[in-house]
C-alpha cells in the first residue's frame, strides 16, 4: 500500500526559496501521478501541482506558474516541488498525494481521485 511522507516546509523570507519532497513508500512511485496541494485555516486544499505517471507531463496552476517546478525521481520514490520568489500568500500547509488516473482532476475541490495523503508540511513565507 502507498504511503507518501512530504519534507522541507519551513520558514522563508519573501522572494526565497524552499525544496519540498514528498517521499514514496509500500509501493513504486512510477505508478502514479503525483500532485501538491496547500491549505490554510478556513480555506478548502488548493491544488498546486501535477506531475504525471507516464510521460512526466507538469501542470502548475496560475498563482504558482513560472515560481514553482515539479519534478519526480522514481529511482528515489521522491517527487519535488522547487519554490522560488516566494510570497506571503503561499504560507500553507502543503500535502502531496497519489492518482492512478490522470492530472487533470487535481484542481477537482476536495480532490476526490487523489489518494494516500501525507501528514502535510508547514511552510510560511514572512519577513
Known amino acids: 500500500q502507498l504511503q507518501l511522507e512530504e519534507f522541507g516546509g519551513g520558514l522563508a523570507q519573501p522572494g526565497g526559496s524552499l525544496r519540498l519532497s514528498c517521499v514514496a513508500s509500500?509501493?513504486?512511485?512510477?505508478?502514479?501521478?503525483i500532485g501538491w496541494f496547500r491549505q490554510v485555516p478556513g480555506k478548502g486544499r488548493e491544488g498546486v501541482s501535477c506531475i504525471s505517471s507516464s510521460t512526466g507531463s507538469t501542470f502548475y496552476v496560475a498563482s504558482v506558474k513560472g515560481r514553482f517546478t515539479i519534478s519526480r525521481d522514481n529511482a528515489k520514490s521522491t517527487v519535488y516541488l522547487q519554490m522560488n520568489s516566494l510570497k506571503p500568500e503561499d504560507t500553507a500547509v502543503y500535502y502531496c498525494a497519489a492518482t492512478s488516473t490522470s492530472c487533470s482532476t487535481y484542481t477537482i475541490p476536495n480532490q476526490p481521485h487523489f489518494h494516500s495523503w501525507g501528514q502535510g508540511t508547514q511552510v510560511t513565507v514572512s519577513s
Open positions: 509500500g509501493s513504486r512511485l512510477d505508478y502514479y501521478a
